[in-house]
């Protein structure tokens, strides 16, 4: 009587057949610098002058990866969006203005949908880079400019499900919207203004004077307060600190947890006792302007849980502490 395994990778190697694509498809992206070539720097330049936006077809497994490559040209500061060319045929051909550029991409360069779009864009004088993996294709010779994404062969086995072709394209993809950020001086500040809900937009664009608690929600108290006037204030605000400011409402110090733990194994009386006696005095202290991401690395150098916003005649404006950068999703 035979006995059958526990688990399929008792009879089949997973972790082979898994090196192999991975090497498969390594060839396939080292095989496209031999494509980066006066075609790619054409292209490049195109794109540059184009005065309206870039707009990116493809059908089926190429139509996917043209929605990534539309998608990471407008976030790196390429206008562009992806029509599907199918609908194209239907009046999506409306989205398409004078001015702008068409990518169109198909491994074959014989995709039937795109084929049918191509009269119309010669006659609208519409600029046209094809991608495709067969240089003789009609897209190819249709194009201004070919972009080739040949590979030798396909991931899958069976050489029919596009694997490694599209995973050319999808890097030649990358190469063109790097290649031109680069070109255009595109910064991490420009990247942030289009993405302000993700975490390198908050990162990037949001300012202390953005998350600091002020009004009435900063903990402050005056010079002459007692320490057990000071923790009322601490407790009462939740920051675990509390601004001490002078008769001329400037800043004079500031009192936090950490100094109520070392008082009282002095055993100070916090009922009858000052709190500019155990206060600090020289404490470090931002403006509303300083980035948020320069806020958290001077806390973590300084190793501090919380800051004191001022402005430059330091009158105190407002306090937040680390919870308050974890909240607005900035750490």
Not at 249 to 270: E, H, K, N, P, S
């Amino acid at each position: 009587m035979s006995v059958k395994p526990e688990k399929v990778s008792e009879l089949f190697d997973f972790r082979r057949s898994a090196r192999a694509v991975l090497d498969i498809e390594k060839q396939a992206i080292d095989g496209l610098y031999q494509y980066l070539d006066e075609a790619f720097e054409r292209a490049c330049e195109m794109v540059l002058r184009c005065g309206g936006k870039i707009v990116v077809t493809g059908m089926g497994k190429s139509g996917h990866i043209g929605n990534k490559i539309a998608a990471t040209l407008a976030s790196t500061g390429t206008p562009a969006f992806f029509l599907h060319p199918g609908e194209a045929s239907h009046g999506d051909l409306g989205m398409i203005s004078a001015g702008d550029l068409i990518i169109a991409i198909s491994n074959s360069g014989e995709s039937d949908e795109i084929l049918a779009l191509l009269p119309v864009l010669k006659r609208r004088g519409i600029p046209l880079i094809c991608m495709t993996g067969n240089p003789a294709s009609t897209m190819a010779k249709e194009a201004n400019v070919h972009l080739c994404i040949k590979v030798e062969k396909e991931a899958c086995p069976l050489g029919l499900a596009p694997t490694s072709s599209t995973t050319a394209t999808l890097v030649m993809g990358d190469a063109l919207a790097v290649a031109l950020l680069e070109a255009r001086g595109f910064t991490a500040d420009d990247f942030a203004l289009s993405h302000p809900g993700g975490s390198l937009g908050k990162r990037l664009l949001l300012r202390v004077g953005d998350l600091m608690h002020s009004g009435e929600q900063l903990p402050k108290v005056g010079i002459d307060a007692t320490i057990s006037q000071a923790l009322l204030e601490v407790s009462r605000k939740g920051l675990g600190m509390t601004a001490v400011v002078d008769d001329q409402g400037l800043l004079a110090g500031l009192f936090t947890d950490g100094d109520l733990r070392r008082i009282l194994d002095l055993q100070v009386d916090i009922h009858h006792t000052p709190i500019s006696r155990v206060m600090t005095v020289n404490c470090v202290t931002v403006g509303p302007e300083m980035m948020a991401a320069e806020a958290v690395k001077l806390m973590e150098t300084r190793k501090i849980n919380g800051l004191l916003v001022v402005d430059g005649e330091r009158h105190p404006l407002g306090a937040f502490n680390m919870h308050d950068l974890l909240k607005a999703g900035v750490i």
